[in-house]
Structures are given as structure tokens and as C-alpha cells.
């Protein structure tokens, strides 16, 4: 599956983004979704994954009740809704997908990945 992040920029502390992620094919659906962010210097991390259907979902301790993920099969589209942003929020995000929904959240453990999509807080 081949993916395309969007929907980054610049906001300040407290606002709102929603990001996007539209996938190729016609088999997205059968496809367990994922955010990440990579801050500078610093390594790839797990935001939040989503099962096929979008009847589950799991977030990272640091973004839990502040972002919220869904996807809309029938567009081959997975979103971020990001609210209550913080600088250190600040990074690129990608979207990515593997075929399975347990298991590690490691950037390793997804197949596919977009190009990513700047998001850049400010105070």
C-alpha cells in the first residue's frame, strides 16, 4: 500500500490540525493504521494505531485525550485529529500500516510508510 501524509503546519499552543493520510489500492482496509512522529535529533515514536475496522484504537501516554485517530475505509483515509497542541508536539508525522493489530509499536514493525507531513507548535 502505498500512503500520502498531509494536512501539517503551523499552529500555536492550544490549537488544533488534523492530519490525513491517504492510501493507493483496494486493499486498505484490510491494513491496521498508524501515526508517528519524529522530533529533530531525536528518534521515530509511536503515536497511535487503529484496527482494521476502527473499532480499536491505542494511543501514546503523551498524546491520550488530546489526539484522536479514525479512518474512513471508503475513502482509503486515516486521520489524526490533534487538539490541545504543545510545542512539544513539534515534529514530522507519518502515517503507516502493517496487516496486524497486536504486538509491538515499533516503527520496525510497519511495512509502509508515508512521506511525512510537518506539524510545528509554537508557544
Known amino acids: 500500500v502505498q500512503l500520502q501524509a498531509s494536512g501539517g503546519g503551523l499552529v500555536q499552543a492550544g490549537g488544533s490540525l488534523r492530519l490525513s493520510c491517504a492510501a493507493s489500492?483496494?486493499?486498505?482496509?484490510?491494513?491496521?493504521m498508524g501515526w508517528f512522529r519524529q522530533a529533530p535529533g531525536k528518534e521515530r515514536e509511536f503515536v497511535a494505531t487503529i484496527n482494521w475496522s476502527g473499532g480499536s484504537t491505542y494511543y501514546a501516554d503523551s498524546v491520550k485525550g488530546r489526539f484522536t485517530i479514525s479512518r474512513d475505509n471508503a475513502k482509503n483515509t486515516v486521520y489524526l485529529q490533534m487538539n490541545n497542541l504543545k510545542p512539544e508536539d513539534t515534529a514530522v508525522y507519518y502515517c503507516a500500516a502493517r496487516t496486524y493489530y497486536m504486538g509491538s509499536y515499533s516503527p520496525n514493525y510497519f511495512g509502509s510508510w508515508g512521506q511525512g507531513t510537518l506539524v510545528t507548535v509554537s508557544q
Open positions: 489500492g483496494r486493499t486498505f482496509s484490510s491494513y491496521v
